[in-house]
């Protein structure tokens, strides 16, 4: 199992530990480092700033939004990043939501969200395959456009640099059984939300007909503490944040996923104190069970014996959110 930092998307402003994590990460053999992107800052630009001050670890985005970008213009930011990195980009990619894509990003959230997936993913590889011009006939995505209020003049392009790698792994932020099961065929790997090596059974029909190769690479919050209960606090913020704020009352992918879980109640109310502004209530309301199931929190001792659980099940990479070189250090030790 390799092991990767994920640094995750800006709060108020940049972190000024997230370039010193990264250096260390790649000091101590860390696989690779990841960024991400909500309504704030973007994943891209600050990936190219770590890959400029690196030299091997690998580069991904977990996750770049789908909305954001058309997916040529998301598939030119990775073949540009490829380039300039010596070919260590991975392309993480995720739907998001009706609430941002909607609300951020101004468009509709598909009705389709699989169909979608699938051809945003079939617009990049044409891209990066680079065998002829980009030419898609989709519900979604249309190259050249060819809507009743174009020109009709759009014309089939393919890319002007030469991608550096085809093959350049495409990961999908799935959260549904369906999409991901979906993933298994069209991507490269794939990037859960929550993982628990104590419940992977919820996943296994879904991932029942996986290739050699593929990618499991779920986050986890990791750190180096003797008060567990304080430090699953954090998790339990981003949690709450996540199951409540991020999703309507009706329809939240990240609360459909914990009752999927065996956290239905306990989901719901979450959710329910989030959205009636009682945000510290929500928090606390996270059960410690659960943050304790998909983190890696407490004295080396208990971190190593828990650590053993992931390296069991199917999980390829572990990308940890460490507040500290010392737990970096500490799980590089572990891991071997």
């Not at 108020?12 to 480092?33: C, I, Q, T």
């Not at 073949?79 to 980009?89: F, W």
């Not at 007909?209 to 986050?219: E, K, R, S, T, V």
Request: overall charge negative; charged content about 20%; hydrophobic content about 45%.
């Amino acid at each position: 199992m390799r092991l990767g930092l994920a640094l995750g998307y800006w709060g108020r402003g940049p972190d000024p530990r997230h370039l010193d994590l990264a250096r260390e990460a790649e000091n101590l053999g860390y696989d690779s480092v990841w960024t991400a992107e909500a309504w704030g800052s973007d994943a891209f630009t600050p990936l190219t700033w770590i890959a400029a001050h690196t030299s091997r670890i690998r580069l991904g985005t977990a996750i770049a939004q789908m909305a954001a970008r058309a997916p040529t213009a998301t598939a030119m930011h990775a073949l540009t990043l490829d380039h300039l990195s010596g070919g260590r980009m991975m392309l993480g990619l995720g739907l998001s939501g009706p609430q941002v894509v909607e609300g951020w990003y101004g468009r509709p959230f598909p009705a389709s969200p699989l169909t979608a997936t699938r051809e945003y993913v079939d617009v990049i590889r044409q891209v990066l395959r680079r065998e002829g011009p980009v030419e898609v006939d989709g519900r979604f995505h249309s190259l050249p456009y060819r809507g009743e209020d174009g020109t009709g003049t759009g014309k089939a392009l393919k890319p002007i640099t030469h991608p550096l790698r085809a093959s350049l792994p495409i990961l999908l932020g799935a959260e549904g059984p369906k999409n991901i099961a979906q993933t298994t065929r069209i991507a490269d790997g794939w990037l859960p939300l929550y993982w628990s090596p104590t419940r992977a059974d919820v996943y296994e029909a879904s991932l029942a007909d996986m290739p050699d190769g593929f990618m499991i690479a779920p986050m986890a919050r990791a750190q180096v503490c003797d008060d567990v209960a304080e430090g699953l606090l954090p998790v339990k913020a981003m949690l709450g944040f996540y199951i409540g704020g991020m999703g309507h009352a009706t329809r939240n992918f990240h609360a459909d996923l914990m009752a999927r879980m065996g956290f239905e109640a306990e989901a719901h109310r979450v959710q329910e104190l989030f959205l009636a502004g009682r945000r510290e209530e929500a928090v606390l309301a996270v059960p410690d069970a659960f943050a304790d199931e998909i983190s890696l929190v407490g004295p080396r001792e208990r971190i190593a014996e828990r650590l053993e659980l992931w390296r069991k099940g199917p999980v390829t990479d572990l990308l940890v959110t460490a507040p500290d070189p010392h737990t970096l250090r500490v799980l590089a030790e572990l891991n071997g």
